[in-house]
């Protein structure tokens, strides 16, 4: 079974930094192709903050570019997002998010794709 657990999350003040964590757990059956950050603010939809395909190729949304780096370890399963720079608009539930292939049995691969539990960044005086 393949889960994505993230870390990093909390309260922070404007102009700081937090990085956040997820790691996709059953490496050993689960190969991630792309894997992403979004986020949700309240009563918002959940937009894409920035995704990275296995090769390190990254998009990012305008309102963070320049400030949010995305990062990964291919041999962890893991993603990163390092948030400088922090406006309260930043603030919202962020989750993890991963799409690739799965083994289901044998040698057989199913597409398919997992969220995390989502962790909530707060930018806040």
């Known amino acids: 079974q393949v889960q994505l657990v993230e870390s990093g999350g909390g309260l922070v003040q404007p102009g700081g930094s937090l990085r956040l964590s997820c790691q996709a757990s059953?490496?050993?059956?689960?190969?991630?192709?792309?894997m992403a950050w979004y986020r949700q603010a309240p009563g918002k939809e959940r937009e894409l903050v920035a995704n990275?395909?296995?090769?390190?190729?990254?998009k990012y949304l305008d309102s963070v570019m320049g400030r949010f780096t995305i990062s990964r370890d291919n041999a962890k399963n893991t993603v990163y997002l390092q948030m400088n720079s922090l406006k309260p608009e930043d603030t919202a539930v962020y989750y993890c998010?991963?799409?690739?292939?799965?083994?289901?049995?044998?040698?057989?691969?199913?597409?398919?794709?997992?969220w995390g539990q989502g962790t909530q960044i707060t930018v806040s005086s």
């Open positions: 990275i395909l296995s090769g390190g190729s990254s």
């Open positions: 059953g490496s050993n059956i689960f190969r991630p192709n792309t």
């Open positions: 998010h991963a799409e690739g292939l799965t083994l289901v049995s044998g040698s057989t691969y199913t597409p398919s794709e997992y």
